[in-house]
């Protein structure tokens, strides 16, 4: 008989308020879904958005959504993972049944309902609770908890070597960047690109440009900081705006001479997607935007600089469908085919979390706004049962 799980999760109770380290109840997974022991999490940017209130989410919750695991249990029915997986939990799932699930093209699956995000499970509830009160899900994943509740579309197994302390990068930050490169771009030999925002996925970014052949890569940030973790990367030329003469744009195109082949935004801001389109090839540039913006923001753009020939394109998780990709991106990463070490900053316990919070918003992370923390499980669980 599956029981209800008693064990320590972060909870965010209100919009911008410190999140806190509470005892939850995690229920047993229900038909098609999937409870999962915790193993590590990364801290991402669409984290910082949910609890800034720049996305759409019901209060209270329980963030993260870059998480890496074991099955616990499963519900009836499911038949792509077993107790004992290792598995990696995905923000984008894959139902393999609707239109962008079978589309070639398409990944941004039709029933995930996460923009705006719902914070419950696929039948309309919550597996949370706590003092009696339901706790919403955060990207039906929600990381930042000893144990959780998924979706089976939403969670994925991969190799059994696979190290738990680093691979949940590769569930959503890593291929987010780097596919977007590889995957969504294409990016060229030879060809010329720039960089906005060198943070996590920025970085992922610029492994993929480099891995691709780019003969140029420019970095843009206003933390200087990152500058020399971007140029070990792969970056060749580092700018920041709020030291230059000119708007960023122009500065690139005077660089380049025609402008670049291939730009990416990776912040999240409309004026830096502006600047990123402005710094593309007016004829055959691409730019691409990765950087989630709040849920209200609108982007304008000239429109005597849209009939050119250059294109825009939107990028979700790297274009990759994910139960179908992520576990090669392990597996990759297992036969040092890509590396994902270099973007691994920080790792703290699951009770440092504020301090984890804190170096992220502080930016004074070595790579980027980016953190890893293993979730330490200092007693047993309880276990309570289901009524």
Known sequence: MKTTITCRAAIAWKEKSPLSIEEVQ??????GEVRIKMASSGICGSDAHVLKGELPLKFPFIPGHEGAGTVESVGDGVSSVKPGDKVLTLIIPQCRECDACLHSQGNFCDKQDVLPCSGVMLDGTSRFSCQGQKVYHSFRTSTFTEYTV???????SVDAAAPMDKVCLLSCGFPTGYGAAVNSAKVTPGSTCVVFGLGGIGSAIVMGCKASGASRIIGVDI???????????????????????????EVVMEMTGVGADFAFEAIGKVDTMVSAWNSCN???????????????AQLSLESTKIISGKTLKGVCLGDYKTRDCIPQLVTDYLQDKINIDPLVTH???FNQLHKALELYHSGKTAGGNLDLWYLLYMSPCILMSST
Request: a positive charge; charged letters at 20%.
């Open 282 to 296: 007016k004829s055959y540039g691409v730019c691409l935007i990765v950087g989630l913006a709040p849920s209200d």
């Open 150 to 156: 998924v979706p089976e579309i939403a969670v994925v």
């Open 223 to 249: 933390n200087e900081q990152k500058f020399p973790w971007a140029r070990a990367l792969g970056v060749t030329d580092c700018l920041n705006p709020n030291k230059l003469r000119k708007p960023v744009h």
């Open 26 to 31: 995690v229920e047993p997974p229900k038909p």
């Open 347 to 349: 790792q703290l316990p």
